[in-house]
């Protein structure tokens, strides 16, 4: 089988298209939490804090001068970072669980009972006709 054939089958498979449907899914998942967490959840945390803003709140390892800029660890930032991953990985927790809890009621589903042995089958077409006639 040719490269270009075998990767087109590769390409066209139904997990390749999900997984890129998740990925894109995803992004913008992403983005609705960073806004989530930036916007709707710090401000009030900070405000509880007595008004810090977390996005500013950064450890000077070297002042500015006039030739370069401040270096500093932006430890407010990476805070509202843990709390988005957080946030994330709890929907997505959330998201699993609840594809388990499916998986697992049709896995319980009570199948159908199997179909009597073909003898038995036979012995009670007997049975029927004999009724029948009688």
């Known amino acids: 089988m040719g ?9 066209v498979k139904g997990n390749v298209v999900d997984m890129a449907v998740g990925i894109i899914i995803g992004g913008a998942f992403g983005t609705i939490v960073k ?6 959840i710090m401000p009030p945390v900070g405000l509880l804090m007595g008004g810090i803003d977390f996005s500013q709140i950064v450890v000077t390892l070297k002042e500015a001068t006039a030739e370069a800029e401040a270096v500093t ?3 407010g930032l ?3 970072n843990i709390i988005s991953f957080l946030i994330v990985a709890w929907a997505v927790f959330m ?4 594809m388990n809890s499916l998986k697992k009621k049709a896995d319980e589903a009570p199948a159908e009972p199997p179909a009597p042995p073909r ?6 077409e ?3 006709a004999l009724r029948a006639r009688a």
């Open 126 to 128: 007997i049975r029927d």
């Open 35 to 40: 806004s989530l967490v930036n916007d709707i």
């Open 73 to 75: 660890m932006n430890v």
């Open 95 to 98: 998201l699993v669980k609840g």
């Open 119 to 124: 003898s038995e089958a036979l012995l009670e």
């Open 78 to 80: 990476f805070i509202n």
């Open 3 to 11: 490269m270009i054939k075998e990767f087109q089958e590769f390409a």
